[in-house]
């Protein structure tokens, strides 16, 4: 069981950056995949970013250049960096995990989810 706390969200204005924040509460990060998912009012939830066990990223084609995921175990912590932000990443960011090394892009693929943080990018 693991818990997950997203921080550092915000307003920005287009062009900007953010970096969001996941903590988790487990004694050990290392064994769990975790992605990073958003979601607007009325769509599903959008997969964007994955990072694996060993550090191994991917991204969604249109944050790619733009968004940056890396991980520190030892802090128990998940980061994505953001940068060059559009009105069109206005969206609440969550991030997920799942324990193995497997890595998906489908919400239901990941058993242990944070409350979510909101990016609102406005001019």
């Known amino acids: 069981q693991v818990q997950l706390v997203e921080s550092g969200g915000g307003f920005v204005q287009p062009g900007g950056s953010l970096r969001l924040s996941c903590a988790a509460s487990t004694s050990d990060l290392s064994v769990y995949s975790i992605a990073w998912f958003r979601q607007v009012p009325g769509k599903e939830r959008e997969w964007i970013s994955y990072?694996?066990?060993?550090?191994?990223?991917d991204y969604l084609d249109s944050i790619k250049g733009r968004f940056t995921s890396s991980r520190d175990n030892a802090k128990k912590t998940v980061y994505l960096q953001m940068n060059s932000l559009k009105p069109e990443d206005t969206a609440t960011y969550y991030c997920?995990?799942?324990?193995?090394?497997?890595?998906?892009?489908?919400?239901?693929?990941?058993?242990?989810w944070g409350q979510g943080t909101q990016v609102t990018v406005f001019s």
């Open positions: 990072t694996s066990r060993s550090g191994n990223a």
């Open positions: 997920a995990a799942r324990r193995g090394f497997f890595v998906a892009i489908s919400a239901n693929d990941y058993d242990y």
